[in-house]
Every structure is written in C-alpha cells, then in structure tokens.
C-alpha cells in the first residue's frame, strides 16, 4: 500500500512536470515569435535609420549649397552696390558742380559716425557744403527707405549742429508699386532720387 500511494505521486508528479514542460514549450515558442520580430523591427529600424542618415546627408548637402549661393549673391550685390556707389558719387559732383559749388570742395566719400554708441553709416558723404548721399540697389518699401535715410538726416545735422543742404537718393531698381509713393516722399522731404528702372515683384519658387 505504501508502494502504492508512492507510484501515484510520482505519476501525479511527472504529469505536472509533463503539464510544466509542455507550458515551458509553448513560453519558449512564443518567445522564440517574440525575438524573431524584436530582430525584424530591429532590421527595420537599422534599414530607417539608413534613409534617415541619408536624408540628412542630403539635407545638409541642400544647407550647404543654399549658404553658398546666399554668400554669392550677398558678394555679387556688394559689387553693384559699390559700383553704383561711384556712379552715383559722380553724378552728385556734377550736379553740385553745376549749382556753382567748387568742384575742389566737393570731397565726395563714405562716412561713419557713432551716435549714441551706434555705428551710423553714410554712403555718400560731403562735409562743407554738408551733403548726403544713399546707395541702394533696391527698394521694395519705400516708407522704409525715405525713414532710414530722414534719419539720417537728424543724426548728422545734430552732430555738425546745421542744415544738410542736399540729399540723394540712387537706385539701381524700384518696385514699381512703390515709385509713386517713393517720389511723393522724397519731394516732401527735399531728397533726390534716381533710379535704374521700375519692376514688379520677382518671385522665386524652389522646388
């Protein structure tokens, strides 16, 4: 009897363990599905992170290019600006000189004062007679412009303590919306202007 009793705990035992071990299979399978697709989306993942370095090579690439191109054309605009610069600094002369200013008094050049610690830039420059003279290349705003250069004007009159007696205004192009408003203004606060030609807005689209 005793034997008895022992057999059936062990034929109760080893189907637990049967039972256990087929659990074990069936843990063990679904961990095995459970790799397969961690290392699938790690594959995925590897393969995305490929595109997404690609992406950015290009993108840097694109950043590079475009950084290039503005450097181009900040230079390419500096020399039309200087060259219209000795254009328009030899138009004032001639103007000045036939008002009957002597032409050796007419020492035309830039001229940068510092107002309250600021850096003020004048293109055109003349100190006796007291001459002003700003150089744009272009003007899409022409409130904007004439307030710059009305400025200006104050700055360096209180600095020499009289009058600026002329002020120019050169550019080499004025959106063409703007121009009446542009000669309105530069009438009304005694300014000069002359311009290049009249345009309509260029708009450029990337693809």
């Known amino acids: 009897l005793g034997l008895s009793k022992i057999f059936e705990s062990i034929d109760r035992n080893t189907e637990a363990i049967a039972k256990l071990l087929r659990q074990s299979e069936r843990h063990a399978k679904t961990l095995r599905e459970h790799t397969k697709a961690i290392r699938s989306l790690q594959e995925e993942i590897k393969k995305q992170g490929c595109i997404l370095e690609e992406h950015t090579r290009t993108l840097s690439e694109h950043t590079k290019a475009i950084a290039g191109l503005r450097?181009?054309?900040n230079d390419f605009?500096?020399?039309?600006?200087?060259?219209l610069e000795d254009y328009t600094r030899t138009l004032i002369r001639e103007v000045l000189a036939s008002k009957g200013i002597p032409i050796e008094k007419l020492v035309l050049g830039r001229k940068i004062l510092v107002y309250d610690k600021e850096p003020i830039e004048i293109n055109i420059f003349n100190?006796?007679?007291l001459v002003m003279g700003e150089?744009?290349?272009?003007?899409?705003?022409?409130?904007e412009e004439i307030g710059k250069i009305t400025r200006r004007i104050k700055i360096v009159e209180e600095v020499y303590g009289r009058k600026v007696e002329y002020?120019?205004?050169?550019?080499?192009?004025?959106i063409e919306a703007e121009l009446g408003k542009l000669k309105e203004l530069a009438k009304k606060h005694n300014i000069q202007v002359y311009y290049g030609k009249a345009t309509s807005p260029i708009t450029i689209t990337l693809t």
Do not use: D, K, Y
């Open 167 to 174: 002020v120019f205004l050169a550019a080499e192009v004025v």
């Open 71 to 73: 450097a181009a054309i």
């Open 127 to 129: 100190e006796e007679p």
């Open 77 to 83: 605009g500096v020399v039309i600006s200087r060259t």
């Open 135 to 143: 150089v744009t290349t272009h003007i899409s705003n022409a409130e």
